[in-house]
């Protein structure tokens, strides 16, 4: 019998904000490589738009969640007899950059280690993979079916992935 875990919203904020951090980061950086890939450009290149998706995308997780924590937090303040417990817009902002990084740095890898012809299929794997165990973890730091949440994050993943490829591509035909 499957025992409930007993999760304070304090938890349950920081569960999102790793979870939302980790995801973003996965998906972002793996649908701007693949974007930049559908346009046919160079590995270096590829690597440089990769790298600057982590960065930009951290810094700004981390401002959203610094700026949406706090405005919740004072929002809740502001209703009479709240006794609910809170996560700090720091404590977010920190959890949400470091979660974007990591996830951003699995395709990013994927990269690294791929030549040029294997760069597509090799950073679509990772991706796969790193979206299914976010899922699968997320889950059951949640006390929820993995199985939803496994399918839910990577079609998202996936379609993000196509999207920005197929844009990329469309480009390099306009080119």
């Known amino acids: ?13 920081k569960l999102r904000a790793a979870v939302l951090g ?6 972002s950086t793996a649908s701007l490589i693949l974007g930049v890939t559908g ?9 440089i738009a ?11 997780m981390a401002v959203g969640e610094y700026v949406s924590v706090a405005s919740q937090k004072d929002a809740e303040m502001s209703i009479e007899h709240f006794d609910g417990e809170y996560t700090s817009p720091s404590q977010a902002a920190i959890i949400s950059f470091f979660t974007f990084s990591a996830g951003g740095t ?32 997320s889950a059951k730091a949640g006390n929820a079916h993995p199985g939803r949440a ?16 197929s844009i990329g591509l469309a480009i390099d035909k306009l080119a």
């Open 1 to 13: 019998m499957k025992h409930p875990v007993d999760i304070s919203a304090k938890g349950l904020n």
């Open 150 to 165: 496994m399918l839910r994050i990577l079609i998202g993943g996936i379609l993000a992935m196509l999207a920005t490829y």
């Open 106 to 137: 699995i395709p990013l890898l994927a990269v690294i280690v791929s030549t040029t012809n294997l760069l597509l299929v090799n950073t679509v794997i990772a991706v796969v993979f790193a979206l299914l165990l976010t899922g699968y973890f």
């Open 39 to 47: 346009a046919g450009v160079s590995k270096h290149t590829i690597l």
């Open 22 to 27: 980790a995801n973003d980061g996965i998906i």
């Open 50 to 60: 990769g790298f600057a998706a982590i960065a930009a995308g951290a810094f700004s």
